[in-house]
């Protein structure tokens, strides 16, 4: 499976980030505190979400705040993960799969 693009609005650094058109080696460069982690974090929160529920996840990332500390600071709005991948290994689009995750 390929990621072929992701889009975050309000989880913890971004507020509305979008990555497209993922090359299958892709560096993460940036300045500290520019949310490189918090990009890594991401997959770690769906693992948990989808290994438990979405609840645990967001305590596990948020600690004790759960929601309130992955949301954006200052968003008022949900937060909104969206996937979109390749099913084959080979890289070939034969179905584009999506996947929407919304947290009120």
Do not use: Y
């Not at 989880?11 to 509305?16: H, V, Y």
């Not at 299958?24 to 460069?29: A, D, G, S, T």
């Not at 529920?53 to 954006?72: C, I, K």
Request: aromatic letters at 8%; proline letters at 2%.
């Amino acid at each position: 499976m390929k990621i072929e693009s992701l889009k975050l609005t309000n989880f913890k650094a971004f507020r509305n980030a979008k990555m497209e058109k993922i090359p299958k080696f892709c560096v993460i460069v940036g300045a500290n505190g520019t949310g490189k982690s918090t990009l890594f974090n991401l997959f770690g929160f769906l693992k948990a979400a989808l290994n438990s529920d979405v609840h645990t996840a967001l305590l596990r990332l948020g600690g004790n705040r759960g929601f309130q500390e992955v949301r954006s600071r200052g968003a008022t709005e949900n937060i909104s993960i969206e996937l979109k991948f390749r099913n084959t290994p080979d890289g070939i689009l034969k179905k584009n799969k999506k996947c929407k995750v919304k947290l009120h």
